[in-house]
C-alpha cells in the first residue's frame, strides 16, 4: 500500500537518489529505530507491530541468541545467560560496576571492558550490544526495502569518551555505518522544538533505564546549541526499581539468595512502579520457586524509599544550570524525556525545581529516537537546504596528568565541539628524552578520582636541560564528542599521536576478531558485505564529487579540474572490482585528490555567509 | 572588509568580519558564530567523503576557537595586545604594582576568614566591581589610547582579579552544596 509522495515544488527528489538513514536510540532497557519517511519521522514496528525493542538478548549454545521480546520472557529464569541492560557495562571495567554482586552474571574482568561468560561462550558489552542493533538495523532494511548508507545513533550526554568509542565500535560491528553519535537530549530537542517551533532556553530532563541526563539548550531558527549538560551516568529507572524490590524485600523478610530470586523480584518491582504511576496503591507479586510472594505497597511507601534517587537528580540540575550561568526562572520549558519521568513524584519535583509544568506532548519513549532520525535524514544529504544545526558540547573535562597526581585540565567541559585545544609542557630532568603522556576525564582535582583513558608515550626528545623543550599537547574531540590526542616536541618536530581507544575501548583488529567470530555471518558473507560496503562508499563518494564540481567547478584551473576527472574515472573503472581493497584504495586516491579543491570551496562557502552579513548590514 | 581571502590563518576578527577592537556586540558575535558554522561544521558534510570532512572539521574547530576568544572579555584583550606585538607571557612576567598586590592579599584573607554566605557575597560584589573597573580601563587603553603596551598591564590585574573570583566562587558552591554531595560524578552512592 505504497502512496505516492508528493514532493514541494522545485523540490523533486531523485527516487535514486534519496539516501536511507536511520536514527537509533539504543537505550538501557528499550531500544528503537526511526527514520524520515515523506517527510515525517516515526518509529518502524516489527513484524508485529511493535516499535520497542527491549535491550535484552539471551545466549543459547551452539551460537543461537534470542533478542528481544523473546529474550525478556526468559529473564526470570535464566538470568544468567539473558543480558538485560548491557548499556551499564558499554566501555566500563568490572570494577566499574558498584553494584555487581547483585546481578545475576558471570562477570569475567578483562582490562578496559569487562565481558560476561554465556552459555553462548563469552560475550562483551560491544558484541552484545552489536546484536540489538543488528536487530534493528535489519527491521530498518526490511521496513524501508534498501541498504541504510548510515545510521545517528544516541547517547546518554553524560557517556564519556570511552562509552561514547565502545557505542560506535559495536555499530560498527553491527554493520552500520555511524553518520553521527549525537546526544540522547539533543535528540529529544530536535524532535520537540521542531515538532512545536520552540523558540528560547528549555531543560531536557532525561531519565532512563541506567542513566539520566540533564542539558540546557538554546533553540533560535534552526539552531541547537547545548549551553551546559549534566547527569549520571549510573542513576536510572532501574535503580527505582532495585529501591522497591530492597523495600519489599525488608518489609517481607525475604532473603534473595538466587540470580532468578533477584530476577524475579526486580521484575515485579519493576511491574509495581509502572501501576503506581496511574494508581496511588499496587501490589507486588513476585513467584520465587514455588513460593508466591505478594505485598501491598502504597504510592507513598515507593516515593518515600526512592527520594534520595529523585534528589540526586535534581542536584545535577541545579548543576547544570549554574555550568550555564542561568536560574530556574530563564528555562521556558522542561521536555521530559525516558518512560521513568512518567514517574508522579519525578513530574511533581521538576515542577517545583524549575517552577514550571513539564512537557509531555511526545512519547518519551519515542522522542529520542525520532530527533536521532531527523538528524540522519539531514546528515544523509536528504535536505541540502536543511536549516537544523546542532551544536553541541563536551560534558566532562579532559585533561593529563602532571606531577603529584593532579590533573592538568586541557579542554574545559562544555566546550562546543568540534574543539582542538592545546597546552604546552616541558621536561622536569636534564636529558630526558621521553614523556609519558596520561589522558584523563572528568571534574575532580586529583588523577585518582578521574577516569583514565588513555596512556601513550612521546620517545626521541633530543637530550636538553630541563625545562628547555617545549612539548606542545593538542586534544581534538571531533563532532561525536570522540578524542584524539597528540603530543609534539616544538624544537625537535618529534610527535607521537594517539586516537584514545586501545587502553578502553577495542581496537580494529579486535573488532575484526569479533567480526570473524559472529555466528551469523558466514565467511563468504563477510567478503559480498565488505564489496557491497566499498561500492557503496565509492559510489556517494563519486556523486559527492560530481555535485562538488556541479557547484563550484570554476574555482579549479582547466588541470586541476582534469585531474579531479581523471580520479573519479580510475574510482568508475574499478567499481565492478570483486577485491574491497582496489575500491577503497581508489576511493583513498579520489580523497587525496580532491582535497585542496575540498579547501577552495569551504573557503568559498565562508566567505558567502559573510559577504551575506554584510550587505544585510548595510 | 571582505577583499581579503579569508583562511583558516585568518585572524578572529577577520574571520568573525568585526572591527579588531576590544568592545564587541556579544548578540552579534553569538550570531555571526552561529552563520559561520553553519556553512562550516561538519555535519554539512557528513555525506561528502573523507576530505571535506576533514576541512570541515578544521575550520569547525577554527572558528569555535575564534568565537571562545572573541566573547571572553579577558581573552579577547590578551589577544589583542598579542596582535599588536604586546604579548601578555604570563608565565614569565609576573610583576605587578604594589597596591594592586596589598589588594589581591586582603581579598585573599577576607576569603579565608569569610564564615557565612554572605561574607563570600559580599566580597564576589567587591571583585566584581573590581573586574568592571578593570575591563573599562582595558577597553580605554586599547580602542580610545591605543596603547597595547600599557593595557598588557591591565590585562595581567584581570587574570589576577579571574582566577581569585574563580576560587571565591567555589567556595560559595561549597557553601550552597556541601562537598559530601557527589551527584554529577559517575560513582554510585548506594
Given at each position: 500500500?505504497?502512496?505516492?509522495?508528493?514532493?514541494?515544488?522545485?523540490?523533486?527528489?531523485?527516487?535514486?537518489?534519496?539516501?536511507?538513514?536511520?536514527?537509533?536510540?539504543?537505550?538501557?532497557?528499550?531500544?528503537?529505530?526511526?527514520?524520515?519517511?515523506?517527510?515525517?519521522?516515526?518509529?518502524?514496528?516489527?513484524?508485529?507491530?511493535?516499535?520497542?525493542?527491549?535491550?535484552?538478548?539471551?545466549?543459547?549454545?551452539?551460537?543461537?541468541?534470542?533478542?528481544?521480546?523473546?529474550?525478556?520472557?526468559?529473564?526470570?529464569?535464566?538470568?544468567?545467560?539473558?543480558?538485560?541492560?548491557?548499556?551499564?557495562?558499554?566501555?566500563?571495567?568490572?570494577?566499574?560496576?558498584?553494584?555487581?554482586?547483585?546481578?545475576?552474571?558471570?562477570?569475567?574482568?578483562?582490562?578496559?571492558?569487562?565481558?560476561?561468560?554465556?552459555?553462548?561462550?563469552?560475550?562483551?558489552?560491544?558484541?552484545?550490544?552489536?546484536?540489538?542493533?543488528?536487530?534493528?538495523?535489519?527491521?530498518?532494511?526490511?521496513?524501508?526495502?534498501?541498504?541504510?548508507?548510515?545510521?545517528?545513533?544516541?547517547?546518554?550526554?553524560?557517556?564519556?569518551?570511552?562509552?561514547?568509542?565502545?557505542?560506535?565500535?559495536?555499530?560498527?560491528?553491527?554493520?552500520?555505518?555511524?553518520?553521527?553519535?549525537?546526544?540522547?537530549?539533543?535528540?529529544?530537542?530536535?524532535?520537540?522544538?521542531?515538532?512545536?517551533?520552540?523558540?528560547?532556553?528549555?531543560?531536557?530532563?532525561?531519565?532512563?533505564?541506567?542513566?539520566?541526563?540533564?542539558?540546557?539548550?538554546r533553540?533560535n531558527?534552526?539552531v541547537?546549541e547545548?549551553i551546559?549538560?549534566?547527569?549520571?551516568?549510573?542513576?536510572?529507572?532501574?535503580?527505582?526499581?532495585?529501591?522497591?524490590?530492597?523495600?519489599?524485600?525488608?518489609?517481607?523478610?525475604?532473603?534473595?539468595?538466587?540470580?532468578?530470586?533477584?530476577?524475579?523480584?526486580?521484575?515485579?518491582?519493576?511491574?509495581?512502579?509502572?501501576?503506581?504511576?496511574?494508581?496511588?496503591?499496587?501490589?507486588?507479586?513476585?513467584?520465587?520457586?514455588?513460593?508466591?510472594?505478594?505485598?501491598?505497597?502504597?504510592?507513598?511507601?515507593?516515593?518515600?524509599?526512592?527520594?534520595?534517587?529523585?534528589?540526586?537528580?535534581?542536584?545535577?540540575?541545579?548543576?547544570?544550570?549554574?555550568?550555564a550561568k542561568?536560574?530556574?526562572?530563564?528555562?521556558?520549558?522542561?521536555?521530559?524525556?525516558?518512560?521513568?519521568?512518567?514517574?508522579?513524584?519525578?513530574?511533581?519535583?521538576?515542577?517545583?525545581?524549575?517552577?514550571?509544568?513539564?512537557?509531555?506532548?511526545?512519547?518519551?519513549?519515542?522522542?529520542?529516537?525520532?530527533?536521532?532520525?531527523?538528524?540522519?535524514?539531514?546528515?544523509?544529504?536528504?535536505?541540502?537546504?536543511?536549516?537544523?544545526?546542532?551544536l553541541?558540547?563536551?560534558?566532562?573535562?579532559?585533561?593529563?596528568?602532571?606531577?603529584?597526581?593532579?590533573?592538568?585540565?586541557?579542554?574545559?567541559?562544555?566546550q562546543t565541539?568540534?574543539t582542538?585545544?592545546?597546552?604546552?609542557?616541558?621536561?622536569?630532568?636534564?636529558?630526558?628524552?621521553?614523556?609519558?603522556?596520561?589522558?584523563?576525564?572528568?571534574?575532580?582535582?586529583?588523577?585518582?578520582?578521574?577516569?583514565?583513558?588513555?596512556?601513550?608515550?612521546?620517545?626521541?626528545?633530543?637530550?636538553?636541560?630541563?625545562?628547555?623543550?617545549?612539548?606542545?599537547?593538542?586534544?581534538?574531540?571531533?563532532?561525536?564528542?570522540?578524542?584524539?590526542?597528540?603530543?609534539?616536541?616544538?624544537?625537535?618536530?618529534?610527535?607521537?599521536?594517539?586516537?584514545?581507544?586501545?587502553?578502553?575501548?577495542?581496537?580494529?583488529?579486535?573488532?575484526?576478531?569479533?567480526?570473524?567470530?559472529?555466528?551469523?555471518?558466514?565467511?563468504?558473507?563477510?567478503?559480498?558485505?565488505?564489496?557491497?560496503?566499498?561500492?557503496?562508499?565509492?559510489?556517494?563518494?563519486?556523486?559527492?564529487?560530481?555535485?562538488?564540481?556541479?557547484?563550484?567547478?570554476?574555482?579549479?584551473?582547466?588541470?586541476?579540474?582534469?585531474?579531479?576527472?581523471?580520479?573519479?574515472?580510475?574510482?568508475?573503472?574499478?567499481?565492478?572490482?570483486?577485491?574491497?581493497?582496489?575500491?577503497?584504495?581508489?576511493?583513498?586516491?579520489?580523497?587525496?585528490?580532491?582535497?585542496?579543491?575540498?579547501?577552495?570551496?569551504?573557503?568559498?562557502?565562508i566567505r558567502?555567509a559573510l559577504a551575506g552579513k554584510n550587505i544585510e548590514t548595510i | 572588509m571582505v577583499?581579503k581571502?579569508l583562511?583558516?590563518a585568518s585572524n578572529d576578527f577577520e574571520l568573525f568580519a568585526v572591527p579588531a577592537r576590544f568592545a564587541q556586540d556579544p548578540a552579534a558575535l553569538d550570531a555571526r558564530w552561529k552563520e559561520l558554522q553553519r556553512e562550516a561544521?561538519?555535519?554539512?558534510?557528513?555525506?561528502?567523503?573523507?576530505?571535506?570532512?576533514?576541512?570541515?572539521?578544521?575550520w569547525s574547530v577554527r572558528i569555535n576557537e575564534a568565537y571562545q576568544r572573541l566573547k571572553h572579555p579577558l581573552k579577547r584583550a590578551a589577544y589583542l595586545c598579542e596582535l599588536a606585538g604586546a604579548p601578555i607571557?604570563?608565565?614569565?612576567?609576573?610583576?605587578?604594582?604594589?597596591?594592586?598586590?596589598?589588594?589581591?592579599?586582603?581579598?585573599?584573607?577576607?576569603?579565608?576568614?569569610?564564615?557565612?554566605?554572605?561574607?563570600?557575597?559580599?566580597?564576589?560584589?567587591?571583585?566584581n566591581?573590581a573586574r568592571v573597573g578593570a575591563l573599562q580601563h582595558c577597553e580605554e587603553l586599547l580602542d580610545v589610547r591605543h596603547a597595547p603596551?600599557q593595557a598588557v598591564?591591565q590585562v595581567r590585574a584581570m587574570m589576577?582579579i579571574e582566577?581569585?573570583s574563580?576560587?571565591?566562587?567555589?567556595?560559595?558552591?561549597?557553601?550552597?552544596?556541601?562537598?559530601?554531595?557527589?551527584?554529577?560524578?559517575?560513582?554510585?552512592?548506594?
Open positions: 500500500m505504497a502512496l505516492l509522495q508528493i514532493s514541494e515544488p522545485g523540490h523533486t527528489p531523485n527516487p535514486h537518489e534519496r539516501r536511507l538513514a536511520v536514527g537509533i536510540d539504543l537505550g538501557t532497557t528499550h531500544s528503537l529505530v526511526a527514520a524520515v519517511r515523506s517527510g515525517v519521522a516515526e518509529c518502524l514496528p516489527d513484524e508485529e507491530g511493535h516499535v520497542i525493542l527491549p535491550s535484552v538478548v539471551r545466549y543459547l549454545d551452539g551460537g543461537r541468541r534470542e533478542i528481544g521480546r523473546q529474550a525478556l520472557r526468559a529473564l526470570a529464569q535464566d538470568p544468567q545467560n539473558t543480558v538485560a541492560s548491557v548499556k551499564r557495562f558499554m566501555g566500563r571495567s568490572l570494577a566499574d560496576v558498584a553494584d555487581r554482586e547483585h546481578l545475576p552474571y558471570q562477570f569475567i574482568d578483562k582490562p578496559g571492558m569487562l565481558a560476561l561468560q554465556t552459555a553462548g561462550g563469552e560475550k562483551s558489552p560491544v558484541e552484545i550490544s552489536a546484536d540489538i542493533l543488528a536487530t534493528l538495523r535489519y527491521r530498518a532494511e526490511d521496513t524501508l526495502g534498501d541498504d541504510l548508507v548510515g545510521a545517528v545513533i544516541t547517547v546518554p550526554a553524560y557517556f564519556d569518551d570511552a562509552q561514547r568509542q565502545a557505542t560506535k565500535d559495536a555499530a560498527k560491528l553491527a554493520g552500520l555505518n555511524v553518520l553521527r553519535l549525537i546526544n540522547e537530549p539533543t535528540a529529544a530537542a530536535i524532535a520537540y522544538g521542531l515538532e512545536n517551533a520552540s523558540e528560547g532556553v528549555y531543560a531536557i530532563y532525561d531519565l532512563g533505564g541506567g542513566t539520566f541526563d540533564i542539558s540546557i539548550l533553540l531558527q534552526g541547537f547545548v551546559a549538560t549534566g547527569g549520571d551516568s549510573a542513576l536510572g529507572g532501574d535503580d527505582y526499581d532495585r529501591a522497591l524490590a530492597a523495600r519489599v524485600a525488608e518489609q517481607t523478610g525475604v532473603a534473595l539468595t538466587t540470580a532468578s530470586d533477584k530476577s524475579a523480584f526486580s521484575m515485579a518491582a519493576r511491574a509495581c512502579k509502572e501501576s503506581l504511576s496511574k494508581q496511588d496503591s499496587a501490589t507486588f507479586s513476585a513467584l520465587l520457586g514455588e513460593q508466591t510472594i505478594t505485598q501491598r505497597v502504597a504510592r507513598a511507601q515507593f516515593e518515600q524509599a526512592t527520594t534520595a534517587l529523585t534528589a540526586r537528580t535534581i542536584t545535577a540540575a541545579r548543576k547544570a544550570l549554574r555550568d542561568l536560574v530556574a526562572a530563564d528555562i521556558k520549558g522542561v521536555v521530559m524525556v525516558g518512560g521513568s519521568t512518567r514517574m508522579p513524584q519525578i513530574q511533581a519535583a521538576v515542577g517545583r525545581f524549575f517552577d514550571c509544568e513539564p512537557l509531555n506532548n511526545l512519547n518519551p519513549d519515542e522522542v529520542v529516537a525520532l530527533g536521532a532520525a531527523i538528524q540522519a535524514n539531514q546528515l544523509a544529504g536528504n535536505r541540502p537546504d536543511g536549516d537544523l544545526l546542532l553541541d558540547v563536551i560534558p566532562l573535562s579532559l585533561g593529563l596528568e602532571t606531577m603529584g597526581g593532579l590533573v592538568e585540565r586541557i579542554v574545559p567541559r562544555n565541539i568540534p582542538a585545544m592545546a597546552q604546552d609542557f616541558t621536561t622536569y630532568k636534564d636529558g630526558q628524552t621521553a614523556l609519558a603522556l596520561h589522558v584523563v576525564q572528568g571534574e575532580r582535582d586529583m588523577v585518582a578520582d578521574c577516569r583514565s583513558l588513555a596512556r601513550f608515550e612521546l620517545r626521541g626528545i633530543p637530550p636538553m636541560v630541563a625545562g628547555a623543550a617545549r612539548i606542545r599537547v593538542t586534544f581534538t574531540v571531533d563532532a561525536d564528542g570522540l578524542l584524539n590526542v597528540s603530543a609534539q616536541e616544538l624544537l625537535s618536530g618529534v610527535q607521537a599521536q594517539i586516537d584514545v581507544k586501545p587502553s578502553y575501548g577495542l581496537d580494529d583488529g579486535q573488532i575484526a576478531k569479533m567480526l570473524q567470530d559472529s555466528f551469523s555471518t558466514a565467511q563468504s558473507d563477510m567478503r559480498s558485505r565488505a564489496i557491497a560496503e566499498a561500492r557503496l562508499d565509492a559510489e556517494r563518494l563519486l556523486l559527492a564529487t560530481q555535485t562538488a564540481l556541479n557547484a563550484d567547478a570554476d574555482l579549479l584551473a582547466a588541470d586541476e579540474r582534469e585531474a579531479v576527472l581523471a580520479v573519479m574515472q580510475s574510482v568508475r573503472e574499478v567499481l565492478g572490482s570483486d577485491d574491497p581493497a582496489v575500491i577503497e584504495a581508489a576511493c583513498k586516491a579520489l580523497a587525496n585528490g580532491t582535497e585542496s579543491f575540498a579547501a577552495m570551496r569551504m573557503n568559498r562557502g558567502q | 577583499d581571502p583562511t583558516l561544521h561538519p555535519d554539512r558534510f557528513a555525506a561528502q567523503g573523507v576530505a571535506a570532512q576533514r576541512q570541515a572539521m578544521q607571557n604570563a608565565e614569565n612576567n609576573t610583576a605587578m604594582p604594589a597596591d594592586f598586590l596589598i589588594e589581591q592579599m586582603q581579598w585573599r584573607e577576607a576569603l579565608d576568614d569569610a564564615s557565612s554566605e554572605a561574607d563570600i557575597a559580599r566580597l564576589l560584589e567587591q571583585v566591581q603596551d598591564g589576577f582566577r581569585f574563580h576560587d571565591v566562587e567555589s567556595r560559595l558552591d561549597d557553601f550552597q552544596n556541601p562537598p559530601a554531595d557527589m551527584a554529577g560524578t559517575t560513582g554510585q552512592a548506594t
